[in-house]
């Protein structure tokens, strides 16, 4: 077995949960985005706490007191540890990323497929530094990929979405 498909089994997430008390209300669109977001998290995903041994891990997401708690569980529910990262270095880049979306919904109603692309691009571009904050942030706690950063970025906006 290779060491890629074996950290593919061992260093995963295999359930999510988000804190229903800390996520804004959503829209059948929003409810959507995290629907997907938390599927292809399950479906492929680099995570590895650091220190906590192999896996595989269930993390359940909090927003507590202006702080993103990643609550880190041996698959079975078994407590591992918790991360708390501050929200402030993220404000920016979501109030950003959120103007950016709102242009983005807008164009696709009523602008030429050039503008729409432009706004998309800008978009991603914004989703991208989010993510790359993230792995930032997390980076003496607990590796992820970029692909696992992108999809927890989504989820961590879905605690501001309305």
């Known amino acids: 077995m290779s060491g890629e498909t074996e950290n593919a089994e061992v260093y995963s997430i295999v359930k999510i949960d988000l804190d229903e008390r800390s996520l804004a209300p959503a829209t059948a669109d929003i409810e959507h985005e995290r629907k997907v977001a938390i599927y292809d998290l399950i479906e492929e995903n680099y995570f590895k706490p650091l220190g906590a041994g192999e896996g595989p891990f269930e993390l359940y997401l909090s927003n507590v007191e202006r702080r993103l708690v990643f ?10 540890g918790q991360v708390h990262l501050s929200m402030t270095p993220f404000r920016r880049i979501i109030k950003d990323y959120f103007m950016l979306c709102e242009s983005y919904y807008d164009a696709i109603r009523n602008s030429a497929p050039s503008q ?3 706004i998309d691009m800008a978009r991603r571009a914004m989703h991208n530094e989010g993510s790359e904050i993230l792995r930032e942030r997390l980076e003496e706690k607990i ?5 696992t950063a992108r999809r927890l970025f989504t989820l961590i906006c879905s605690f501001h979405m309305r």
């Open 71 to 80: 609550d880190v569980r041996r698959d079975g529910g078994v407590a591992l």
């Open 116 to 118: 729409i692309e432009t």
């Open 143 to 147: 590796e992820i990929d970029f692909d």
